[in-house]
């Protein structure tokens, strides 16, 4: 968890100054605040932050108690850094951009924020499915494979179904 967290930490320590920087060039020259501009994504770019600072910190916090236990609650916070990370550069790129771009600039974030699970999510799944081929190729493998038994099961259900019409036709 160690890594995944530094690597989180340093791509936001490059990003974050580097866009607050480009938003006061932004609004320097003008009469009205990046807040009083933009107040809705102001509120979600803070709530994104304490976020990050909330799951960062029990991660870093917890770490030692995460490594006794299954990794279910280390991921949460590993997702949870991970999409409060991103929805903070999301939402300060959404500020500089115009108005006619945000959208898609929050469309890239969910793609960009889900991609690497739904692409674990496809990757088990064509997982399971292979395993699922793999039994069945070897399930029919074995019931193809020794043909004299099949012939010899065959062959003594007719059998017996001539032993038993030949026996209703005595009686």
């Known amino acids: 968890m160690g890594t ?6 340093s791509i936001l320590t490059l990003l974050v100054p580097l866009l607050l920087d480009l938003i006061e060039l ?7 605040s990046m807040f009083e501009a933009h107040p ?29 236990l299954s990794p279910s609650p280390a991921a949460l916070l590993r ?5 409060s990370g991103s929805l903070l550069v999301a939402s300060l790129v959404s500020i500089l951009s115009s108005d006619e771009w945000r959208p898609v600039i929050y469309v890239i974030y969910v ?3 889900l991609g690497n699970y739904l692409y674990r ?20 493998r074995s019931a193809i494979l020794p043909l004299t038994n099949m012939d010899t099961h065959h062959r003594v259900r007719t059998d017996t179904s001539k032993t038993t019409a030949s026996a209703s036709l005595d009686t």
């Open 40 to 68: 809705i994504t102001t509120k979600v770019t803070i709530a994104a932050l304490q976020l990050f600072a909330l799951s960062f910190g029990l991660a870093f916090t917890l770490e030692e108690y995460f490594a006794h």
């Open 111 to 113: 793609f960009l924020s």
């Open 26 to 32: 932004k609004f320097q020259n003008k009469s009205i």
């Open 4 to 9: 995944t967290r530094s690597a989180i930490l």
């Open 121 to 140: 999510l496809v990757r088990k799944g064509c997982g399971c499915l292979q395993g699922i081929m793999e039994q069945r190729h070897v399930t029919r």
């Open 79 to 83: 997702t949870s850094m991970v999409f």
